[in-house]
């Protein structure tokens, strides 16, 4: 399939006080138009920083230390700041996690969605407001008009993240990141975000690179997952793939360990122990210490990447023919 | 799959060890050790920290190294250029500026350390006061902070000076008599901070008293901040001494305070430069030297800047 | 069931927020909390939940209303010694790991404070031992007593916070979103942490969340909140299988499930617009702005909180035609 944004082997370290974080330790994501991929992952997994890496938005004590990052074809690994600058709101755009801060508050609404247009179209300023209020009416607001010359402030925090989409889709880009875009909003709300979502997904064709921490939200949205861990992506999959048919042991648990509505009294699988500091990371793999399953090869030699279907892999050692000897056949 | 080099018998269950799953693997480092820690790792900081000892030990020594004293007069030596005898040469009346400067700096930083240190006592306790009973409290004692600050300083000082004899004394109590608005607004903001904080929350539930949660939470969490505007007050309580006897409303001669000596020398900068270059060197060092200090221990005991 | 712990009756907290206007915080709540249960109390931000919880631990003092603690009034000032034995019996969780805990206090100190406040005995081998105690039941070890809060991951930080609670032996937690801030695998840890401690102890607990999935896991009966009135109060069961409320059937419907197939073929009941400022209230019914079902009788009266069915309570204008017959 042509891919649209490939990310092959990327490695980004953070200088910070107490040593080098290795953030991002070997991602590969492929994302094909009009595609919605989920990177799941637990806080420090890396994920947040991926997307950043692709998007030149780290912060300035981070940088890219290997790896190679493909947007429709054209190596941007190395792009700067200023040339990104072509590429970040017109065609590759980011929702970020917190809509009271992603939004400049001393700026009315209207004029921040065609500040976007401004720097990446040759709008005139009456083209450009007409294109803002569409936008607005797109991403279900209430009169559009009216909310144009409205402040942030004015507006709740649902219909403050629909503002930031709608400043996200303002040149129709090709791809849109979404950093837990729903995290901060209520439940119900967050089924608003959601459909919204979908229904630009269905009627523009962009491809969404979501980022989030919740399986609900996953389940509901996407179609592809890639789950994050240590830094690495552990296992990845088909939606259908990965919430049915999953092999690692850390999708494993995290898909028991979400309390299940439909069930009662079951005991929650633990995940036990705390995620791996990344400045001194383990040799092995980055889940072998947290492992039901854990042999004693996971700690010392990092597992190789098994294919399981044409779309479905994972890195773990249980997938060697060897670890099946051991088990006796015990797989689940 | 790649098999490599690895070998069969690393395919066995390894034994879990629970104690090694909640371990923590960084180094057991205080607060204070991991401010100090940082802070030894900022040149600027510790240049600061070195230079400003330096300067103490010369303040209180230096004028013992010479022979001369700051005050004793010499009328055949009158304005001599820096020598081997008079190291920082000497002054119309023919005092040793060597003496006089080292004398000044003492008498500047006794000025400021003591200003700050009133500061520091009426700041923090009228801020914490204040937001600590909240209410109608705060908002008079609040109000007469506004009043305060609403007149200007400087009528103070030369109120003060015209009816008290110009002492360092005088000086002192100038200083302060404004000095710690800003100490207790920053005490007052932070604590007013902490109240709401779910630790201090916490406490309540626990039953703890009001005393032990300003001596167990209050103060420990608002030392930092206290400490780090102390380092910005003592340069601008130098500074201000200087302003007041360089318009001469402060110290009188014979004695010598970096002010004064800048005074005078600058009626000479024709003639006779080093007299005013030495001591606004000295005081030009003491400020920079506190302000680097002062942003570095900011940036090093900021608990937000720790990850 | 078992004898009435706490006997929330009329309770409102209200708050002067400037320009004389009030802010509803909680507003005219009753309930009963049963001795060894569980009540969930969820809601979105802003419904008051938190300050209802608060209230009920004397964080703040009731603006009107009583709560009864065991048949004795809490909700008034009480003498300091009263205060002290009564009061600690119960405590609270938190829902901020990184704000609970003291950041220049070493664990050791954190979980003691509570046996500071009342015994001064300076017995400091039996106080260390008590702490260490604590440490096990929570499933951390003697090495973290002597660290600081922030060498500690999110999850470590709330068992800490959970180990002070226990510290002066409550017999009720009310646990403010003690999860929300964190991961799914460590929410997990914390869960069953919080039902363990309840069987080993006889703990009662008001277990106060956003996320209606993980209340159900672990209450027995759950209260749903919204703009400052407890709108339904079932058992968790009940209010799963027959939602009353419209809001609660919202609620219920918006939880994403952790299944794509669920998730494809389910029919949302999809809420209109965002919840109201509370500090300008819709007249009649608070959710009748939003409520798909509303009709004019709910904007002009307000639906009293009843029992529809033994044990289950609503506010809602839909079932007073039921009533009538």
């Known amino acids: ?332 | 799959m790649q098999s490599g080099p690895i070998s069969d018998e690393l395919f066995r269950p390894s034994v879990k060890n629970k104690e090694e799953l909640e371990h923590i693997s960084r180094p057991n480092l205080t607060a204070f050790q991991d401010g100090w820690l940082r802070l030894s790792k900022n040149k600027g900081s510790v240049c600061s920290l070195i230079l400003l000892i330096l300067l103490v030990i010369l303040a209180l020594a230096g004028p013992h190294l010479t022979q001369f004293t700051y005050y004793g007069t010499d009328y055949n030596a009158t304005y001599q250029a820096p020598s081997m005898l008079h190291w920082f040469g000497t002054d119309k009346f023919g005092r040793d500026q060597w003496a006089r400067v080292w004398y000044g700096t003492r008498i500047s930083l006794l000025i400021a350390v003591v200003a700050a240190a009133l500061d520091l006592i009426v700041g923090v306790s009228y801020g914490a006061v204040s937001a600590l009973f909240g209410g109608k409290v705060d908002a008079v004692m609040q109000r007469f902070i506004e009043i305060l600050v609403g007149i200007p300083n400087l009528i103070f000082v030369i109120l003060l000076m015209m009816l008290m004899p110009a002492s360092v004394w005088t000086l002192i109590l100038a200083m302060s008599i404004s000095g710690w608005v800003n100490m207790a607004r920053l005490v007052r903001a932070e604590i007013l901070k902490l109240k709401n904080q779910e630790f201090v929350l916490a406490a309540r539930v626990l039953g703890t008293s009001d005393r032990d949660i300003i001596r167990k939470h209050m103060i420990p969490n608002t030392i930092g901040v206290i400490v780090i505007n102390t380092m910005f007050t003592i340069p601008s309580a130098i500074f201000t001494e200087a302003f007041l006897s360089f318009i001469g409303i402060g110290l009188q001669e014979p004695k010598a305070s970096l002010g004064v000596l800048i005074n005078s020398g600058f009626q000479v900068i024709n003639s006779h430069v080093y007299l005013l270059l030495i001591p606004a060197a000295v005081i030009v060092l003491i400020m920079v030297c506190f302000s680097i200090l002062g942003d570095g221990m900011r940036d090093a005991f900021d608990p937000r800047m720790r990850n | 069931m078992s004898e009435v712990m706490l006997e929330i009756s009329h309770l409102k907290k209200y708050f002067e927020v400037g320009n004389k206007q009030t802010l509803k915080a909680v507003d005219d709540v009753s309930f009963h909390i049963y001795q060894g249960e569980t009540l969930g109390l969820v809601g979105e931000s802003g419904c008051g939940k938190s300050t209802l919880g608060r209230t009920i631990v004397r964080l703040y003092r009731p603006t009107e209303g009583s709560i009864l603690y065991k048949g004795k009034e809490i909700g008034v000032s009480l003498p300091r010694k009263e205060e002290r034995e009564f009061c600690r019996k119960m405590q609270m969780i938190f829902q901020d790991p990184y704000s609970s805990l003291d950041p220049r206090m070493k664990v050791l100190d954190i979980i003691a404070e509570g046996i500071d406040a009342i015994e001064n005995t300076g017995n400091a081998e039996k106080r260390r031992e008590t702490v260490l105690h604590l440490l096990d039941l929570v499933g951390l070890q003697e090495e973290h007593a002597h660290r600081y809060p922030h060498e500690f991951s999110g999850g470590q930080r709330q068992r800490i916070g959970i180990a002070r609670a226990l510290a002066v032996h409550p017999e009720f937690i009310v646990a403010d979103e003690p999860i929300s801030a964190l991961d799914v695998s460590i929410q997990a840890q914390v869960i069953n942490l919080l039902r363990q401690l309840q069987k080993k102890l006889g703990l009662t607990y008001l277990f106060i969340a956003h996320d209606i999935s993980i209340v159900k896991y672990i209450s027995d009966r759950i209260g749903v909140m919204y703009l400052g009135k407890l709108v339904e109060l079932a058992p968790s069961d009940e209010i799963f299988r027959n939602p009353l409320h419209p809001y609660t059937k919202a609620l219920l419907s918006a939880i994403p499930r952790p299944d794509p197939k669920i998730e494809k073929q389910r029919e949302r009941i999809m809420l209109e617009g965002s919840v109201p400022n509370p500090v300008d209230l819709p007249k009649g019914c608070r959710f009748c702005t939003r409520c798909p079902l509303a009709t004019e009788a709910c904007s002009l009266s307000e639906p009293p909180f009843r029992e529809m069915e033994p044990g289950h309570w609503a506010a809602c204008h839909r079932y007073d035609s039921a009533e009538n017959k």
């Open chain 1, 1 to 332: 399939m042509n891919q649209l944004l490939e990310v092959d082997n990327l490695k980004i370290n953070l200088e910070t006080q107490s040593g080098t974080v290795q953030a991002v330790r070997g991602v590969s994501l492929k994302l094909a138009p009009k595609q919605i991929l989920a990177v799941v992952g637990e806080s420090g997994s890396g994920k947040s920083m991926t997307v950043k890496g692709i998007l030149k938005l780290l912060p300035k004590t981070g940088g890219i230390v290997g790896g190679k990052i493909l947007f429709e074809g054209k190596d941007i690994t190395d792009y700067s700041v200023k040339q990104m600058r072509s590429i970040n709101g017109s065609e590759m755009s980011m929702i970020f996690q917190d809509p009271m801060t992603s939004l400049n508050p001393t700026m009315t609404i209207g004029k921040q969605i065609s500040e976007v247009l401004r720097e990446h179209t040759k709008m005139n300023a009456k083209q450009r407001r007409a294109r803002a209020v569409e936008l607005l009416n797109l991403v279900g607001i209430s009169y559009p008009e009216k909310r144009y010359s409205q402040y942030p402030h004015q507006l709740s925090g649902g219909m403050r993240q629909r503002v930031v989409i709608a400043i996200a889709l303002a040149c129709n880009p090709k791809v849109l990141i979404a950093d837990e875009p729903t995290t901060a909003l209520d439940v119900t709300i967050q089924a608003q975000i959601l459909d919204l979502m979908r229904s630009l997904q269905e009627k523009f064709g962009t491809a969404i690179i979501l980022i989030t921490h919740n399986l609900g939200v996953v389940a509901n949205i996407a179609q592809n997952v890639s789950v994050m861990y240590g830094g690495m992506i552990v296992e990845s999959g088909t939606v259908e793939e990965i919430f049915y048919d999953a092999k690692h042991p850390y999708t494993l648990g995290l898909l028991a360990s979400i309390p299940n509505v439909d069930e009662k009294d079951k005991e929650l699988n633990i995940i036990p122990g705390t995620p791996p500091d990344l400045i001194d990371p383990p040799k092995g793999c980055p889940f072998s210490s947290r492992c039901p399953r854990a042999m004693e090869v996971c700690h010392q030699y990092a597992p190789e990447k098994t294919m399981v279907s044409g779309t479905h892999w994972l890195s773990c050692w249980l997938m060697d023919p060897r670890a099946d000897k051991q088990h006796g056949g015990d797989r689940a």
